[in-house]
């Protein structure tokens, strides 16, 4: 599966959203959200990064969560993400010390 594809899928499950209410909440038309969720989901087609932003907007997820090789990555980015500025700012720093630790 697709990494893209594999990722929007968990994130949705997660979430607990059905393929047409995320749909339909990152704007795409009612009548179609349920297909192509589906389409994207599976693979067959890649949501644009319009579309991928709305989508991660929703699910309240970076757009590079969902291109995140490994899947430690994944998880950082997601909950970076969600953290307060005060703590991002203490990640970064935490991460610039790590890193000139080596």
């Known amino acids: 599966m697709d990494l893209?594809?594999?990722r929007l899928r968990e994130a949705r499950m997660r979430s607990g959203l059905s393929q047409e209410r995320l749909g339909i909440?990152?704007?795409?038309?009612e009548m179609s959200a349920s297909a192509r969720m589906n389409q994207y989901e599976r693979g067959k087609h890649?949501?644009?990064l319009g579309t991928l932003s709305r989508i991660a907007a929703v699910l309240n997820l970076p757009v590079s969560y969902f291109y995140s090789v490994e899947d430690n990555e994944a998880?950082?980015?997601q909950r970076y993400h969600r953290m307060p500025e005060k703590a991002k700012k203490m990640v970064r720093e935490l991460a610039g010390e790590l890193a000139g630790a080596s």
């Open 46 to 48: 890649v949501p644009d």
């Open 4 to 6: 893209v594809a594999r």
């Open 75 to 77: 998880e950082l980015v």
């Open 25 to 29: 909440e990152a704007g795409i038309d």
